[in-house]
């Protein structure tokens, strides 16, 4: 079966780094997505790795280990806007298959 | 930018309705997607479209739903006979060529809210 696993909830302040975990265990891999999204709006896309090793992109980056089925997006220079839910999601197949999601992170910037 | 559109933005329907969701992916993209959300879950894949027809459906996308692309830009979802449970935002996706690297850019997404 397909099981993406990441915290529910982080919290962090203004200027700080954080980082977040998804370890996922599916059939098939061809790709991790990071995806942000803001309450009642749409995922939009942050990063995507399909190799090991790190993906740097501005303030983001990402990180990929598919021997370990764990990635984590890291977000340096913390912004108050940056406070969204952050959705790790897995390609199984080809580039047009579906994406499987995590239940999202939920992360709250504060001052 | 190119983006996903879709309407309505919010909509609201009786239990038993049939409701249609309408989107219009980016102009030179061949794969499209419905994905839902219920408050507070998971985002989840419905259905997948390519070359005017179904390419993968997941086991929530049962009888009562279809999708159609109508005409050469919209593609539409329509719930048949509406539940309670439908209740969720509904995101319409594309990718251009499904290549390597490249990525579904969702639409703004429709609130469906069924009573």
């Known amino acids: 079966g397909q099981n993406i696993d990441q915290p529910t909830e982080m919290t962090a302040t203004e200027g700080a780094i954080v980082q977040i975990n998804c370890t996922y265990q599916t059939s098939g891999f061809n790709g991790l997505f990071w995806y942000q999204q803001h309450a009642g709006e749409a995922p939009t896309f942050l990063s995507y790795n399909v190799l090991d090793g790190l993906e740097e992109k501005g303030r983001f980056s990402s990180f990929l280990s598919r021997s370990k089925g764990y990635s984590y997006l890291l977000l340096k220079e913390l912004q108050m806007k940056d406070s969204a839910s952050y959705l790790c999601?897995?390609?199984?197949?080809?580039?047009?298959?579906?994406?499987?999601f995590g239940k999202g992170t939920m992360l709250l910037v504060s001052p | 930018e190119p983006e996903v559109t879709q309407t309505p933005s919010h909509q609201v329907t009786q239990m038993g309705q049939e409701v249609i969701l309408r989107c219009v992916p980016i102009?030179?993209?061949?794969?499209f997607y419905w994905y839902r959300q219920i408050l507070g879950q998971k985002v989840e894949f419905l259905v997948s479209f390519y070359n005017n027809e179904i390419s993968e459906k997941s086991e929530i996308f049962d009888d009562q739903f279809s999708v159609e692309r109508p005409d050469g830009s919209n593609f539409t979802l329509k719930i048949r006979s509406t539940k309670l449970e439908d209740s969720a935002m509904y995101f319409c996706a594309s990718v251009q060529t499904g290549g390597y690297g490249e990525t579904q850019y969702f639409g703004p997404g429709t609130r469906l809210l069924v009573l």
């Open positions: 102009s030179n993209h061949l794969y």
């Open positions: 999601a897995v390609r199984e197949g080809p580039g047009y298959s579906t994406l499987t």
